[in-house]
């Protein structure tokens, strides 16, 4: 694996931690990584990403804190992209940001779909204890 | 030690025994014609768009072709094909692409060192376009400076590889090697899997036909298209074809590079050169830049200068520093080699009514980043076409300003690559800038202001307007001037007090 692009993470490293700063976006270019959040004190894994996905974008975009931590399950490989450099390229080419969009609304309709079963679920529960 | 390299390069028009008529070509001899043509062979829907003001728009059904499927022609394919389905619009896009990028050695090659910059690297993947692993032949961490008063040694600040050593085809003659897939057959792929069509036929002529651009192909076929697409690079004869038609086109002026290939093997590749890029500044005349890159089995040697010819190859690599690079301190019979050509001015007037020349064939940085060129080229051109139209003046408009940012970047790039020619020059200047560098690379704390310059001037990552404006810091300069001080008073540096890098 040392021949190839990027930066190695070995399992259970972790990638971006929730509530730093960050100013780089990432892509996996092989394995996997968890996404996880912290929920009342609680590490809760939210989301699962395989190599092709994207992530870190919202701290680059927003220029906030990153809002979870990813943590590398199994070996992984990744390489990150500057904010510097996107930001400077978005400023030249603005249709650079079409693919981060894209990877945008991708997530925005799988947090749609899964507030819906959510929902699904609970009322199911509260109709079942009545 | 180096072979004599007498293997042209094989031109599309040479390779098939087709000689190219050049009264076949009449390219932009009547461009009112062409914005009222009707010719046949294409969709011929040109309803007047909005935003183009010559009426000159993609609309379904539209025929596009691109002539040479080299980085720049797949990825305008592959924008160009994305950007229309966003839109909603339906097109034939036929990529003309006689190379089989399959094939090993100069047959399935398009001659080229095979660097991906970081800078690229990172737009591509931001562009949805991760090189795989079968591509990318090493990734790349660092630099290692090499000059008659020394070496150092310049990593990246991140530990991560973000520079890619690739095949333009499918490795060096009798390689075989059946594991990889070359860059260019990658972005190739890429494209057809966005919509475009591959055809594998060699593009002879660019003629009108009722106003249309026709492409002549070598076994005399004409085939009409609504807008041709210029991506031949600069070992075309079409671009001096088009020259003579005496409109407003003039290709680039080029220079000769020469490309090498040695096979070490994996294990002596590792242990000689690892995953570090090999720079030599080295007092030889007519030698701009030299570097060897380290790709699987293999090494690529590629020199850049005003007049790359046996003479400077041998006096380079029976240079100590080249030596050293090489298992038992001399380098092996190289196994594969070509003398492409290069731009070191950009073409005039690289548009007009339903032609677009880019990459190469248009504009390219200097010396560097070629492939970066392509993409910025080809994206340029890929929105201006999708977006706004492909009239002359929507070219002007859309297209020329990406080109002119470039162009104009180039002549800061001359300068930097002039003070770089004094530095081979100078020897007290190398002292100072390897002592400089080798006080930030192995240094506590120390900013790094000469290796960031170098970095990005081996790597072609930032543009050159950047590089200069960094070594015009008063930092910088009174940090040089001491170097150069006391480098050439021989006051130990970092590295020789044997201090390391926190």
Known sequence: MNEELGRVYQDGEIIITEGEVGDCMYIIQQGTADVIRMEEGRPTVVDTMEAGELFGEMAIVENTVRSSTVKARGTVRAITIDRKTFMRRIQEDPSLAMSVLEVLCHRVRNLDGNIAHLKQQLESQRGGGV | ?502
């Not at chain 2, 390299?5 to 008529?21: A, F, L």
């Open chain 2, 1 to 502: 030690m180096v072979q004599k390299y007498n293997n042209k390069i094989s031109r599309p028009d040479e390779k098939d025994g087709n000689k190219v008529q050049p009264e076949a070509v009449r390219i932009l001899t009547d461009p009112d014609s062409w914005r009222t043509g009707t010719g046949s062979g294409s969709g011929h829907n040109n309803a007047p768009d909005p935003h183009s003001t010559d009426g000159l728009c993609l609309t379904d059904g539209n025929r596009v072709a691109v002539v040479g499927g080299g980085p720049a022609g797949t990825l305008f394919s592959r924008f160009l094909m994305r950007t229309l389905r966003r839109i909603g619009t339906h097109i034939e896009l036929d990529i003309f692409e006689p190379r089989n990028f399959n094939y090993c050695g100069p047959a399935g090659c398009n001659h080229c060192g095979g660097v991906v910059s970081e800078s690229l690297v990172q737009l591509l993947a931001a562009d949805g376009i991760i090189l795989p692993d079968e591509t990318v032949q090493r990734g790349i961490d660092s630099y290692v400076m090499h000059m008659d008063v020394g070496s150092v040694r310049i990593d990246t600040p991140l530990q991560e590889k973000r520079i890619a050593a690739v095949y333009r085809g499918h490795g060096p003659k009798k390689s075989e090697q059946s594991h990889i897939t070359g860059f260019d057959h990658y972005l190739l792929r890429e494209a057809v899997r966005a919509g475009a069509h591959h055809r594998p036929h060699m593009v002879t002529s660019v003629d009108f036909d009722s106003g249309h651009p026709q492409i002549k192909l070598a076994d005399g076929r004409k085939e009409s298209y609504d807008l041709v697409v210029v991506a031949s690079g600069l070992n075309s004869a079409l671009l001096g074809l088009v020259e003579q038609t005496g409109r407003g086109f003039s290709r680039p002026q080029m220079a000769k590079s020469f490309v090498a290939e040695f096979k070490l093997g994996a294990a002596a590749v590792e242990r000689h050169l690892g995953s570090s890029m090999n720079v030599f500044l080295l007092d030889l005349p007519h030698l701009q830049f030299a570097a060897l890159i380290p790709k699987g089995d293999y090494v690529t040697l590629v020199m850049l200068g005003d007049k790359v010819d046996e003479g400077l190859v041998n006096a380079f690599l029976n240079a100590e520093e080249v030596r050293r690079c090489f298992p038992d301190n001399r380098p092996p019979q190289n196994i594969c080699q070509c003398l492409p050509r290069l731009n070191v001015t950009h073409a005039r007037k690289p548009y007009a009514d339903r032609v677009v020349f880019i990459g190469d064939s248009g504009v390219a940085r200097l010396y560097k980043d070629g492939i970066g060129s392509a993409y910025r080229t080809a994206k340029a051109a890929a929105n201006c076409v999708a977006l706004y139209g492909y009239s002359e003046r929507n070219f002007k408009e859309h297209y020329w300003p990406a080109c002119r940012k470039i162009v104009f970047d180039n002549m800061i790039g001359k300068c930097v690559f002039g003070v770089c020619h004094l530095i081979q020059r100078l020897t007290f200047a190398r002292r100072g800038v390897l002592r400089m560098t080798e006080q930030e690379q192995y240094g506590a704390g120390v900013a790094p202001r000469m290796s960031s310059v170098l970095w990005d001037v081996f790597t072609g990552s930032a543009p050159y307007r950047e590089v200069l404006l960094r070594t015009l810091h008063p930092v910088f300069i009174s940090r040089l001037l001491w170097n150069l001080a006391a480098a050439n008073l021989r006051l130990p540096s970092a590295r020789k007090r044997g201090v390391t890098a926190s």
